[in-house]
């Protein structure tokens, strides 16, 4: 193995461990807190953790045999399979990223009819809808046998093998990307900037509350004032850096794997290899941040995982203070003698 191929496999396994503890750690805050599971995006995130999960426990390890051992680490039935969930639960997590947006914006853009218009049963439909959606593809490319082990990605992933179907297979995965990877990103697009404009108008309205009081208060402490301008500022840019970071982090792990994807079905463009798997790292590093962006540092969850942590290191410092007095016990008699 090359120092490239090391490296690779060296970030392959800490994108599977991570994905797998935090992805764990957010299915612990649904369990964990009623709260949490009475909100209508806990679906949506339950269904995008459980993807990630399945994505790190399948995909991931075959990629990583795959690096190591430059050829297809398993049978053409385990392949064919991992294939199959690699492709399904990818566009399942790319819309239930654009379900997550639509709900965001129902609920900043029509408050007051939110509960009506975003119910459990609302919910459900969206996510029968992703399950179809995302099943649909994979089922074709596996009834065409166009799936398999693709050298330049290390992974069981889309792939035809047969030159005479190259143009069916083109139109395929155009129309593949187009209706996952495109429709998703139109989507988020679409329903961030909605909100982002919505958010800015409430801040514009604050800001104008806040100066009139300012202008008001002749006497306030000029250090007070300062806090009061800074907490503007800073109520500006909140809603930008959040916006920013959904879309951003959608574009920046997916775009370079769909755009190598779409340019690799081109003969006359020359694709590296170690590009190849950068580009699928790149987009299993969504598994990664998934649970950051969308779970664990929103206030809700991070005052939950850190109860769960309090509690289990109550208990195991309850433990060891009970076997404490248990070996103290059991010494005394031996002092007496």
Excluded at 92 to 116: C, E, G, K, Q, T
Aim: glycine share 2%; charged share 15%; aromatic share 10%.
């Amino acid at each position: 193995m090359s120092i490239w191929e090391l490296l690779l496999a060296f970030v392959v396994v800490v994108l599977m461990l991570v994905a797998l503890l935090a992805n764990v750690l957010v299915l612990m805050c649904f369990l964990y807190s009623a709260d949490i599971r009475k909100q209508v995006p806990g679906l949506f995130i339950l269904n995008l953790t459980f993807c990630n999960l399945l994505m790190a426990v399948s995909s991931m390890p075959l990629t990583l045999a795959g690096i190591i051992y430059k050829s297809q680490p398993a049978g053409d039935q385990v392949c064919h399979v991992v294939g199959f969930l690699e492709t399904f639960l990818t566009t399942n997590s790319m819309l239930s990223m654009a379900a997550l947006s639509i709900d965001r914006w129902i609920a900043v853009v029509f408050p007051l009819s939110y509960h009506s218009k975003m119910r459990y049963r609302d919910a459900a439909l969206i996510l029968s809808y992703t399950w179809l959606h995302s099943a649909s593809f994979p089922i074709v490319a596996a009834s065409l046998s166009w799936v398999g082990f693709h050298h330049l990605y290390a992974s069981c992933t889309l792939y035809n093998k047969r030159p005479e179907d190259r143009t069916q297979f083109v139109i395929f995965t155009g129309v593949f990307h187009a209706l996952s990877f495109l429709l998703s990103l139109v989507v988020l697009c679409f329903t961030y900037l909605k909100v982002l404009k919505v958010a800015r108008f409430h801040c514009k309205r604050i800001d104008v509350i806040t100066m009139q009081t300012l202008v008001l208060l002749v006497d306030i402490h000029p250090s007070v004032r300062e806090r009061c301008l800074e907490e503007q500022r800073r109520r500006r840019q909140r809603a930008t850096k959040k916006i920013s970071t959904f879309i951003g982090t959608f574009i920046l792990c997916f775009a370079p794997y769909v755009i190598t994807r779409l340019v690799e079905l081109s003969s006359m463009v020359h694709i590296s290899a170690h590009w190849g798997i950068i580009s699928k790292c790149l987009a299993y590093s969504k598994a990664v941040s998934d649970p950051f962006v969308y779970s664990l540092l929103r206030h809700q969850y991070k005052k939950t995982w850190k109860d769960i942590i309090n509690k289990i290191l109550k208990r195991s410092s309850i433990n060891s203070s009970a076997l404490a007095g248990e070996s103290h016990n059991r010494n005394l008699p031996q002092l007496n003698e």
